[in-house]
C-alpha cells in the first residue's frame, strides 16, 4: 500500500547547532494512505464470476489509457502476478491491482456492476473527472 509522510509527530533526538545550542528537527511519521479506488459488493460478485473461467488469474489490473473523445478510459485486464509498482486493493474477497501509471486518474474513484435492460457493464465513479464524453467511455482528469 502507498504510505506518506508526515511531519507532524514528535520530535527527534536533540542535535547541536552551531550556536551550541540544540534544536530538535520534526519526526516524519508514516501512515497508511486509503486504497486508490474501492469496490463495491456487486463489483466484487462480479469479478469474482470473472475469475472462476479464467484459469490462472489471481485478479484483475485496472489501467487507463489515452483514447475516447475525451482523453482517458480504463483498461481491465486479469492480473497473473502483481507486478513491481501496482498499487493492490483487496476488498470483498478479490484482489484488484492498479497500475503505477493510473494511479493520478484513479485515486477516490468507486468501481460498481451495474445491469439494466439495456446493458451490464462496470461503471466507475470518479472524483477526479472533470469531464466525460457523451456516452461515458472516457474522461478527463
Not at 111 to 118: A, F, H, K, V
Request: net charge negative; hydrophobic share 35%.
Amino acid at each position: 500500500p502507498m504510505r506518506w509522510l508526515s511531519e507532524a509527530a514528535a520530535a527527534t533526538p536533540e542535535a547541536p547547532s552551531k550556536g551550541g545550542r540544540k534544536k530538535t528537527a520534526a519526526k516524519r511519521t508514516i501512515r497508511e494512505l486509503p486504497p486508490p479506488i474501492t469496490l463495491t459488493e456487486r463489483a466484487a460478485d462480479r469479478i469474482k464470476e470473472l475469475l472462476s473461467s479464467s484459469g490462472d488469474a489471481i485478479g484483475i489490473k485496472i489501467g487507463v489509457r489515452r483514447r475516447g473523445c475525451n482523453g482517458f478510459s480504463f483498461t481491465m485486464n486479469y492480473a497473473e502476478a502483481k507486478t513491481e509498482g501496482d498499487e493492490e486493493v483487496a476488498a470483498h474477497g478479490v484482489r484488484v491491482f492498479v497500475d503505477p501509471m493510473a494511479v493520478f486518474h484513479v485515486v477516490g474513484t468507486e468501481m460498481d456492476w451495474e445491469e439494466t435492460e439495456l446493458s451490464a457493464e462496470f461503471t466507475f465513479k470518479n472524483p477526479n473527472s472533470k469531464g466525460e464524453c457523451g456516452c461515458g467511455e472516457s474522461f478527463n482528469t
